[in-house]
């Protein structure tokens, strides 16, 4: 079993709610990806999204993908976002942390190779954009061999079909993207997100999370309201932006923790 389960156990028995921010690994420099991790824990972090920066992502809106042509400058790939995660471990034997990209990177460096060195840096999930779940059994098996938790992603869009299968194959949580099209993109229908999760719901026990669209304490604790979990990106790396690079970590931080303070105040 990864951390993920423990953690979400726990804050469902405090009737409270996960909040799982997502950072590009090496951005805005490889030096500041590490004590940026630790500063979202501090500042009430459940679950670390940490992305894999990617020359040609998909799903990604325009902030994110300026964190990744960040990233990919200083030549951060695969290897170097795992030998932060070990990084990260030497000092934070119990957060989460989840690494979230696409298919090129673990094809080459080989998905079996790639399940072992995850699972000796000490990650505890993957979401791989790119991967269907129809495609995704023997990667499922590969990873959780080492309790390593497949996480997909579920749309607004997606067929029943499509969900009943992911419900089989998830481990983990699952990630409801609450909009259609890229992250950072629309406002949400807090009604919409609120009838496809209790129509995930009727297929499986995981917690779900909500992401795209959150950006800041009042939304998330709108989402909350029916959601385990609020998952915030782009706000995240707006904040990053805003200023110098050595200042990340406290900018993230200040903002995170108004994001706890909320959530903290939703009635489960």
Known sequence: MSRITPVFDA?????????????TAGDPQPSVTVPLMHAMVTAGADVIELGVPF????ADGPVI?????????????????????????KTDAKTPVVLMGYANPVEAMGA????????????????????PPEESTDFAK???DRDIDLIFLLAPTS??????????????YIYYVSLKGITGAGH?????????IKRIRSQTELPVGVG?????????????GFADAAIIGTRIIQEVEAGDAAGAPARVAAFLKGVRAAMDGVVS
């Open 11 to 23: 804050l469902k028995r405090s009737g409270r709610q996960a909040l799982i921010p997502y950072v």
């Open 55 to 58: 020359s040609d992502p998909m």
């Open 65 to 89: 993908q300026r964190a990744g042509e960040r990233a990919l400058k200083y030549g951060v790939g695969l290897v170097q976002v795992l030998a932060m995660v070990a990084d990260f471990r």
């Open 112 to 131: 079996e190779r790639f399940a072992d060195a995850a699972a000796q840096a000490g990650v505890d999930g993957v979401i791989v954009v790119d991967y």
């Open 142 to 144: 590969l990873v959780r």
């Open 159 to 172: 067929t029943a079909a499509r969900v009943s299968h992911v419900a089989r194959l998830a481990s983990g």
């Open 188 to 196: 949400l229908d807090l009604d919409d997100v609120a009838a496809n």
């Open 212 to 224: 795209f669209g959150i950006r800041d304490g009042a939304t998330a604790r709108a989402i909350c």
